[in-house]
């Protein structure tokens, strides 16, 4: 299947500094891709839809200027936590589509914020 | 997208067959039933997805009854490494393929 990789796979911030998280489709061009975040012993939250070349559309509740998302390329889209407190501490996850049906997830980001 | 209802936890023995259920009482016609895992701390792994027809791929079958209302994740020879959550989804193929995870089932295979 195709892969999707994401940088860093971990990472620590003080509150108030902003993290850009990366997410790649390896293997194939992905004009739509999906960010996700997960809290500890909880379900995966789907947070928006990112489309090349165009804004991203957010879902209800998610704030989208906390919450920065910019897909510059058919292989690269990024999210970047403004401003970040230790509620956004969560594990962040990206997705891709290829031409088929399928989604392809990449490994995961934990955020951690002190 | 449909809602799915799944058990919260299984147990499965090593070497047996995993079966996970999962009811979706409001799907559409139209509406695909995808099946993800998730092994801790790790992003959702692809696993199957069918539409009315029963699956079969080198990891799983998919049984879909015939009103579509609920199906059956099998897994063959359930190992150790098959122990994640389980997570059944269902939606249009063409809403732009977002997925709306629910709550999963925690499947622990023991030796």
């Known amino acids: 299947g195709a892969v999707v990789s994401q940088h860093p796979s971990w990472v620590i911030c003080k509150s108030g500094t902003s993290v850009k998280i990366e997410c790649r489709s390896l293997d194939f061009q992905a004009t739509t891709m999906f960010w996700y975040r997960q809290f500890p012993k909880q379900s995966l939250m789907l947070m928006a839809t990112?489309?090349?070349?165009?804004?991203?559309?957010?879902e209800q509740g998610v704030e989208k200027d906390k919450f920065l998302i910019n897909h510059a390329s058919l292989t690269l889209s990024t999210l970047t936590v403004t401003s970040a407190h230790p509620e956004d501490s969560s594990f962040y996850i990206c997705s891709a589509r290829d031409q088929a049906v399928e989604q392809f997830f990449g490994p995961g980001t934990r955020l951690t914020v002190l | 997208d449909a809602k799915t209802t799944q058990p919260t936890s299984m147990d499965c023995a090593e070497g047996r067959a995993a079966n996970l259920p999962c009811n979706h009482s409001?799907?559409?016609?139209?509406?695909?039933v995808y099946w993800y895992r998730q092994i801790h701390s790790q992003g959702p792994q692809y696993i199957i997805h069918g539409l009315k027809n029963n699956e079969t791929n080198e990891m799983a079958s998919l049984i879909i009854t015939e009103d579509r209302k609920s199906s059956t994740l099998i897994l063959p020879h359930a190992t150790l490494r098959d122990t994640a959550v389980y997570y059944c989804?269902?939606?249009?193929?063409?809403?732009?393929?977002?997925?709306?995870f629910g709550s999963g089932t925690k499947l622990n295979v023991k030796p």
């Open positions: 409001t799907i559409s016609g139209n509406e695909y």
């Open positions: 989804i269902v939606r249009v193929a063409y809403n732009f393929n977002k997925f709306y």
């Open positions: 990112s489309n090349e070349g165009s804004k991203a559309t957010y």
